[in-house]
């Protein structure tokens, strides 16, 4: 098991990491009866795509010893509203390293075999750029 979710009522959770003990609160957002007060589920799985492109490249980076530190993603997720769904997934890198024209199509290549990018539906629109330094 890798996770434990409580419903903690007025459209709130609480998701437990096993492994680690961290804790991930849900809330859902205004534009859906939520208070807006943390991240909602489909915020979590934007944000999830993010994280999982960073880590590959990461893994990736490491091999290459190149250093991603303090590179940064805003994300953006856009929704549709019938039926209610993420239509789109916007994601800006600054990458804060001077790196190769080799180096970069590497690293966003890995990008994009992330598992996340990979298990979302296709007609979830990935637009996704990459801004070096």
């Not at 609480?14 to 680690?20: E, R, V």
């Not at 804790?23 to 589920?41: C, H, Q, R, Y």
């Not at 180096?103 to 990979?118: N, S």
Request: charged share 25%; with cysteine; net charge neutral.
């Amino acid at each position: 098991m890798t996770s434990k979710v409580t419903y903690l009522g007025d459209l709130r959770t609480s998701s437990i990491h096993l492994q680690s003990g961290t804790e991930i609160i849900s809330d859902a957002p205004l534009d859906n009866n939520g208070k807006g007060e943390a991240f909602s589920p489909t915020d979590t799985v934007a944000n999830a795509l993010a994280t999982c492109m960073f880590t590959i490249m990461g893994i990736k980076a490491r091999n290459l010893e190149v250093d991603l530190t303090a590179s940064t993603a805003s994300v953006t997720k856009i929704m549709k509203a019938d039926p209610r769904m993420i239509a789109a997934i916007e994601i800006k890198f600054e990458m804060n390293i001077s790196a190769d024209d080799k180096t970069k199509t590497i690293l966003e290549r890995a990008a994009m075999t992330c598992p996340v990018f990979l298990s979302l539906h296709p007609d979830i629109e990935k637009k996704i750029s990459f801004n070096w330094k």
